[in-house]
């Protein structure tokens, strides 16, 4: 099983500035075969990413992924006051598991 | 567009036992795989069972294996989950997601559409 492992726990930033999420994978995750999401309080997590750098349809450019292997980002460039929000990384193909998440709070 | 909603939640006693329901839109059902997952309260989200598109595969999380069942009814465009032997660490907010791989593949895809979740409190 694939353990992933997300930093920070916490990012407190203000509007405007540039959001960095890191996952890390306890093994190489093949294909590429990762996902970020969002959640917002009281709403279903929303796919912002896949295959660790393509864009789920609808989400604006300021949402970038990259990475490979065991080390993956999720990077906002500018945070706009709708991105403060749980990220949560998963690892699919052989398993569906998921990272305990990133919380992106107001600084 | 794709609209899943779920329903059956509720609270049961510690033993007892509920059965979700998924209702499924927007998309051709009878051709993706489909998920439940759940997200216990302040707490991060935990992949619960899969069946592939044609019900003839079903994984679970060990930690619901051999209490829950998933399953679903492509005539009704409907999916299931059956949770029997309820415990208290049941609690959750349970989620039912697409999978994103059409048809006949054989490795798990990312979730790409979600529904709003059902409440499910075990307690006495």
């Known amino acids: 099983e694939i353990v992933l492992t997300q930093s920070p726990g916490t990012l407190s930033l203000s509007p405007g500035e540039r959001a960095t999420l890191s996952c890390r994978a306890s093994q190489s995750v093949s294909s590429s075969y990762l996902a970020w999401y969002q959640q917002k309080p009281g709403q279903a997590p929303r796919l912002l990413i896949y295959g660790a750098s393509s864009r789920a349809t609808g989400i604006p450019d300021r949402f970038s992924g990259s990475g490979s292997g065991t080390d993956f980002t999720l990077t906002i460039s500018r945070l706009e006051p709708e991105d403060f929000a749980v990220y949560y990384c998963?690892?699919?193909?052989?398993?569906?598991?998921f990272g305990p998440g990133t919380k992106v709070d107001i600084k | 567009q794709v609209q899943l909603v779920e329903s059956g939640g509720g609270v049961v006693q510690p033993g007892g036992s509920l059965r979700l329901s998924c209702a499924a839109s927007?998309?051709?059902?009878?051709?993706?795989?489909m998920h439940w997952v759940r997200q216990a309260p302040g707490k991060g989200l935990e992949w619960v069972a899969f069946?592939?598109?044609?019900?003839?595969?079903?994984y679970y999380a060990d930690s619901v294996k051999g209490r829950f069942t998933i399953s679903r009814d492509n005539s009704k465009n409907t999916l299931y989950l059956q949770m029997n032997s309820l415990r208290a660490e049941d609690t959750a907010v349970y989620y039912c997601a697409k999978d994103s791989n059409y048809g006949d593949y054989v490795r798990v895809g990312y979730f790409d559409y979600w529904g709003q979740g059902t409440l499910v409190t075990v307690s006495s």
């Open positions: 998963q690892q699919y193909g052989s398993s569906a598991y």
């Open positions: 927007g998309f051709t059902f009878s051709s993706y795989g």
């Open positions: 069946i592939r598109y044609d019900g003839s595969n079903k």
